[in-house]
């Protein structure tokens, strides 16, 4: 009995605390969406780079 009893306390408090995660998130979300400075163009996340294909015998041998 004094098991589930624990059981049911630990079950209450873990939804309790997933929820409050959960609304937070939401919260902080909105909140971040609604104070977000404007008119502030954030930097381009894009690397520009070349690429090209080696054949197999020129990558070195390992030792």
């Known amino acids: 009995m004094v ?10 408090f873990g939804l309790f ?5 959960l609304a937070v998130g939401l ?4 909140l971040h969406k609604r104070f977000a400075r404007r008119g502030k ?3 381009a ?8 294909v080696l054949r ?3 990558l070195p041998t390992p030792r």
């Open 56 to 58: 197999k015998p020129s």
């Open 3 to 12: 098991g589930l009893v624990l059981l049911a306390v630990f079950i209450f």
């Open 41 to 43: 163009a954030e930097p």
């Open 17 to 21: 605390i997933g929820a409050a995660m």
């Open 27 to 30: 919260g902080w979300r909105l």
């Open 45 to 52: 996340r894009v690397m520009d780079a070349e690429y090209r």
